[in-house]
């Protein structure tokens, strides 16, 4: 297992259009979390899975933004109807426990931008 | 509501020397967990260093260390020996319960 891993690394779409972004976690790990981080701020929490389970949706996540995990493996994060305002890098992150000792693993990230 | 506050948008350290980054923040959890991220341009976040709130002895990692002083709720990273590829973004982030991040600080080592 080589970590967090996120596919595409980079996307550059048209305003309007929809994206999928994916991510696959650490084998082990029963926790992924989605962030978005915007240029020159640290990430900020968007969603949360346990499991298969959708646990937490901040209310960054508009209605347009959509996150799945259909078999508690992999996730993705779709966005419809795309605007400039998506522009960022999209973090996954998974982790064992949800205690406030286990740290994240991320991702390398998906850097959108929306044309 | 958790706070990360990062007051250093930028810092520059001529290599080999040491430099501390500065981390406070606000919560009203008993039991929490401080961390540091690397992030460089490559975008991955990379992690550096955990202290838990109930820890009494400062934590390190090899050229990394956290200066811890809960009274104060400041958590700053130190790192000794500067080397050209610490050049990066810097990230202080704490858990309670969803991992929260500062504003970060970018620091770049002089040659």
């Known amino acids: 297992d080589t970590g967090v891993s996120q596919d595409p690394r980079h996307k550059i779409t048209k305003r309007g259009q929809n994206v999928t972004f994916r991510c696959d976690p650490i084998s082990e790990h029963n926790r992924l979390y989605w962030y978005r981080q915007t240029l020159g701020q640290g990430p900020e929490f968007l969603t949360y899975f346990q499991n298969e389970a959708q646990l937490e949706k901040s209310r960054l996540l508009s209605d347009r933004f959509s996150a799945e995990r259909p078999k508690g493996s992999f996730s993705t994060l779709e966005i419809q109807r795309t605007e400039q305002g998506d522009s960022a890098m999209y973090l996954c992150a998974s982790s064992l426990e949800d205690i406030e000792y286990y740290g994240y693993t991320f991702g390398s990230g998906t850097r959108l931008t929306v044309v | 509501a958790q706070k990360i506050t990062q007051t250093q948008p930028g810092m520059f350290v001529q290599e080999k020397e040491a430099v501390t980054l500065d981390c406070t923040y606000d919560?009203?959890?008993?039991?929490?967990?401080l961390f540091w991220y690397k992030q460089p341009s490559s975008g991955e976040m990379i992690f550096l260093i955990y202290?838990?709130?109930?820890?009494?002895q400062n934590a390190t990692e090899g050229r990394y260390s956290l200066n811890f002083q809960k009274a104060r709720k400041s958590a700053n990273l130190v790192i000794s020996a500067s080397q050209l590829g610490d050049s990066a973004m810097y990230f202080c982030?704490?858990?309670?319960?969803?991992?929260?991040f500062g504003a970060g600080t970018r620091l770049t080592v002089k040659p």
């Open positions: 202290q838990g709130s109930y820890d009494e």
């Open positions: 919560t009203s959890d008993q039991s929490y967990g």
């Open positions: 982030a704490m858990r309670a319960w969803r991992m929260r």
